[in-house]
């Protein structure tokens, strides 16, 4: 695009080891009117799929045929990112981090003992919001972007990345039914809830978001700690969808395949035996009840030691990351998700609840 279509926001902070450095928000404002989408990435500092998508948009993105305004912040959290980890411990021995990547598939593990999900120290962006100054300079970080990007907007997507192997959607139960009807546009198989019970949780930038009049989905794509190519062309794809159902491009919006909304009954299918694990079905995708989803196999005899079906007819939900199943441990799970890519969704029976 022209690139003088473009006005960078930006705003310098320095964090608690002396180092000065932006944040950034590209604002691109198109030749006809329509609602703001805000658009940010890179909170959390191993997520880096996003912060591509987002870049390319900027540059991709045609003014003559954007009908609004897009508020585009590619790399919220530069000195996290700079260090692939999740949090910028801006007062922490940062040398310790070379422990960190040699164990970093414990994804709740913290080198410096903080604990990941009831942390005091508030590094975490991603709870800081809607700006917590007082916590340094992730919550100052926040609260610059609340009222530069969010605060002007009418819609705020945000991009994260998690581990599973497809990318999903996290839509906070605050805020539900305004939200999932827009989110299932971007197309993921899956809709995942998360409740909000503690006041850590409730930093999230959708949970705040969805506090006022607008609407905030969180969007995972499926690899930490690098990116994966597939989904950036998805991540093109479900934001420009978005779009089209804000009436920000031309087109009507379309969703290529199931969206499936998490609902409240999950299975726990655990694994009886030690062996390689051959699964049969991918994740966010559906079985019949009874429906084989995967199997166990002897090691040094290539013998099968166990057959796991589905006990009803649901989605999974989630498959062990592990080659080899360990006897007790969770395999899988199915879960009694809704469809809502189709028009007008219903419950499938009137015990459903996506309440976890
Ligand atoms: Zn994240």
Redesign the pocket.
Known sequence: MNTERIEWLSKDFTDAKGSTFPVCVARIVGDSPGPTLGLISG??GM?HTGVHVLRELIEQIDPAVLCGTLLVCPAANPQALLLDY?IYPEREDLSKLDEYFYSRQRHAYCVFALGRSDTKTMYNM?RLWPGKPEHGVAGQITEWIWATLVEPAEVVIDL??CGNDRPHLLVSWEGHQKVVPLARYFGFRWIKTADHPSEYHKGKLHYQVNQTDRRCFTVEFSRQHGVNYDDIVEGHRGLRNVMRALGMLPGDPSILRPVWWQGAKSTQLAAEAQGHIRFYVGWYEPVAAGQLICEIFDVPTSGKLQEVRAPFAGVVGGLDFRPIACPGETLCWVNDAMRVDVQNPTPPSDDWSAKH
């Open positions: 909170q959390h997520e999740e991603n994260h990345c």
